[in-house]
């Protein structure tokens, strides 16, 4: 069964919180992190912001996923699969 959190399924991404840390969620991504925290590369990922299954922002020249959106993509990419 799927964990439930702030009404989305929990996909398996940290919040970033250390012990001690205050609870403000994560509200957005760079290319660069969400790489890392999903271990795939930023190519891939530009690949898909560009084939238009992940949805991104710019703030100036800075791409940004929003939290809400990595979390409907990775529903979307875990229901495919199953």
Known sequence: MKAVRNGCPDVGLSDGLESGESLHPKLGWTLYELAQSLGVS?????????????????????????????????????????
């Open 42 to 82: 930023v190519p891939f990922l530009r690949l898909e912001v560009k084939r238009g299954k992940l949805h991104a922002a710019r703030l100036g020249r800075r791409v940004v996923l929003l939290d809400a959106e990595v979390r409907r993509y990775l529903a979307e990419a875990s229901d495919r699969a199953a």
